[in-house]
């Protein structure tokens, strides 16, 4: 069969399972809804959670940013799997045992104050928008790659599977679709890497390769060859990372506390039957999580390496396959500087900007750019970063059935977590804006209705955000994590941890939080970009980690003002006592 | 039976204290717990792998450097454990103050 064919039957079958499973687990109640009745067992929820969490970043991207940064990828791999330690240990058991629908429910009922639900919905359904817009883009360009339709198509496509399961199922359909995912995209992830850490190193897992010597007989180490090829050719060496030392600490705090932060996460826990089960349910995620955050740094590492000695001083004519592949689809290119036919790949950007090709070939076959050359460097390509998975398999040369595997695999990252996204907006403006502030008279059938509308109109946006990406989509991910750090985070843990928080504290420790973080982030990436260098920066942290100074402002400022105002009412104490203690969590339907 | 499983039965035997006190031994254990869990947190992903990274990358495991290890991989090891630790000794600390859900 052809690869081609191959990889239809693959999508088209795992569609059909996230479908069916859709109809199965229909939502009846808004419990069924928000919460999946709130009677999942731990295990599944981790599984659910680790494909919520893992979006097409971690799956298409995060190994190629890896590839590129060396050392400095490290901030995602830390920073997007220790904040599970922070939600398990500080967030999950408590929020479970408060045993409400959503995020903004909690800050609400904890600071009785419907202003600070209002503005946790607007922080809430800001994080989410700027998410889902780059998931709806990742589904997009992984159906104009593997099934060779216009990116709009492949949008459209994508908006109507995760309609059927988000708006018929709620969470309950979510949840168990969420599993189908995690086993199709972790499978989809760890086969071409046990076939490439076999090639490179002869050790089949990929953990181990990335420690072993390279399978040619010289005895080096990857590391060391990696190190040792890139520093050749102009950079810096892999294991070494350009970003300053407080930088890196303060984005990695940031991308922790903004994990912990993050109202789609978050929300999962809020599914356990108990307490403890949340706790336990964390665990699961990470495990789940760690299978594949482990596993990128190698393959990032070996498809640099590979890349590397397969392109560079080779003839354009003699590519393989895979590079003019992606030539045509627009993420590599090449420029002829000397004349001798031959790809330099050194450091430095080839030309300014992402490549724009014009009519014609040149010399060698290769499509022709227009953009202007940069003469201080001997580079000739232009290599797009989130390549690197989803070339992976074609750059070992691994049979159809695994790109198909692949293709499929992206497909059910970014579908999961465009779905847990849809869901945490439609819970947030149907519960928290209708039933909790403008009607609270409305009937549990009004409220479920409102949830699907919601639902719907929710993923039309997000279809719209993926066919007509705005600029900020990608220049704004940063917000999502610092603002989720700098607001929700603190003022969750405050409300459990510290008796004494009252409302007053908390709304403007989040408000303070929240401004900054906006602000600095705002000047850097809109007002300002020229100026968006180590230079400027305040104390060199860049707009990436400024969510750790937003938080502690949030904290400071939260501590400052409650400690000279009134104290919360008594019936707040008590509810604080109350989610303390695990015993009692209510109970849950059985599934 | 050694000495730390005598003192345990001890504690377990002992009558039930009010409710406000229990609760409050409850809270307090858990705090010790949290903070000692925390502290391991962050020495091994902000000490190990990233403020004392160049002198940690000076020794070798296999062909990993010690602190691209930690920052790589070794931490997220490290996170799975400390979980780990948490879910048993919350299960055990409810039980002790009979608690748990």
């Given at each position: ?11 088209g ?32 929820n ?9 979006s ?15 050392y400095?990828?490290s ?55 700027t ?6 883009r ?21 908006m ?152 560079n ?69 232009y ?9 992976n ?52 059938k ?38 989720a ?23 403007a420790?989040m ?81 | ?35 000692i ?41 490290v ?23």
């Amino acid at each position: 069969m052809s690869t081609q064919t191959l990889i239809y039957l693959f999508v088209g079958l795992s569609f059909a399972l996230y479908i069916g499973i859709a109809i199965w687990s229909r939502a009846g109640s808004t419990s069924d809804f928000y919460v999946a009745g709130g009677g999942v067992n731990p295990v599944v929820n981790g599984m659910a959670t680790a494909a919520d969490w893992m979006s097409a970043a971690s799956f298409i991207s995060m190994a190629g940013i890896i590839a590129f940064s060396g050392y400095d990828g490290s901030v995602y791999l830390m920073g997007w799997t220790g904040g599970y330690v922070l939600l398990a240990l500080l967030l999950a058991p408590y929020l479970r045992k408060f045993g409400q629908f959503t995020v903004p429910d909690f800050i609400g009922t904890r600071y009785y104050s419907r202003t600070a639900r209002v503005v946790a919905v607007i922080c809430l359904i800001f994080i989410s928008f700027t998410y889902i817009a780059g998931q709806m883009r990742g589904v997009g360009i992984v159906f104009s790659r593997f099934l060779d339709v216009p990116i709009d198509t492949g949008v459209i496509a994508g908006m109507a599977i995760v309609f059927v399961y988000a708006v018929l199922g709620g969470m309950k359909g979510v949840t168990y679709t969420q599993v189908a995912q995690y086993c199709v995209l972790i499978f989809a992830y760890m086969v071409p890497a046990f076939f490439i850490s076999f090639l490179v190193t002869g050790n089949p897992v990929p953990q181990l390769g990335l420690g072993s010597t390279v399978a040619d007989g010289s005895g080096q180490y990857v590391l060391e060859r990696l190190d040792a090829t890139l520093v050749d050719l102009g950079f810096g060496p892999y294991t070494a990372g350009t970003k300053s030392t407080l930088d890196v600490f303060c984005i990695t705090l940031a991308l922790m506390v903004g994990t912990a932060g993050l109202p789609h996460v978050i929300v999962r826990f809020f599914t356990v039957p108990k307490a403890s089960d949340a706790r336990r349910s964390a665990g699961w995620a990470l495990l789940f999580i760690a299978l594949l955050y482990t596993t990128a740094p190698a393959v990032g590492a070996f498809a640099r390496l590979n890349f590397v000695e397969t392109i560079n001083e080779t003839e354009y004519t003699d590519a393989p396959e895979w590079f003019t592949n992606w030539e045509d689809n627009d993420l590599i290119a090449w420029v002829e500087k000397d004349g001798d036919g031959l790809m330099q790949y050194r450091a430095g950007e080839a030309f300014d900007g992402p490549p724009v090709f014009g009519e014609g070939q040149g010399a060698s076959g290769e499509r022709n750019v227009t953009n202007r050359w940069n003469d201080d460097t001997d580079n000739e390509l232009y290599v797009d970063r989130d390549i690197m998975v989803l070339a992976n398999p074609e750059i070992a040369n691994l049979p159809g059935w695994v790109i198909a595997l692949v293709a499929a695999g992206g497909l059910a990252a970014a579908l999961s977590t465009a779905a847990g996204l849809l869901l945490v907006i439609s819970s947030a403006v149907s519960h928290d804006l209708l039933k909790k502030t403008w009607r609270p008279d409305i009937s549990e059938k009004g409220e479920l209705l409102a949830a699907r509308l919601a639902a719907s109109a929710a993923v039309l946006v997000a279809g719209y955000l993926g066919i007509y990406p705005p600029g900020w989509v990608a220049e704004v991910v940063a917000f999502a994590f610092g603002l989720a750090a700098a607001s929700l985070f603190p003022a969750i843990v405050m409300g459990i941890f510290s008796k004494r928080m009252n409302r007053e504290g908390a709304i403007a420790g989040m408000v303070i939080g929240l401004i900054f973080t906006f602000t600095y982030i705002a000047y850097f990436k809109f007002v300002d970009p020229g100026t968006n260098d180590v230079a400027h920066w305040w104390f060199g942290i860049s707009p990436e980690g400024i969510g750790v100074i937003g938080m502690v402002l949030n904290f400071l400022v939260a501590v400052a003002i409650s400690s000279v105002t009134k104290g919360p009412p008594l019936d707040v104490r008590a509810l604080v006592d109350a989610i303390r203690i695990p015993r009692g969590a209510g109970a849950a339907s059985e599934h | 039976m050694d000495e730390t499983e005598q003192h345990r039965e001890r504690v377990e035997a002992e009558p039930e204290r009010s409710g406000e006190d229990n609760a409050a031994a409850y809270w307090r254990a858990n705090l010790r717990l949290v903070g000692i869990l925390l502290a391991i947190w962050f020495a091994v992903s902000f000490g190990a792998g990233i403020l004392l990274r160049d002198w940690l990358d000076r020794v070798h495991i296999g062909g990993y450097p010690l602190g691209f290890w930690f920052a790589q991989q070794g931490s997220i090891y490290v996170f799975l454990i400390l979980i780990a630790v948490y879910v048993r000794q919350m299960r055990r600390i409810e039980r002790r103050f009979d608690v748990d859900d």
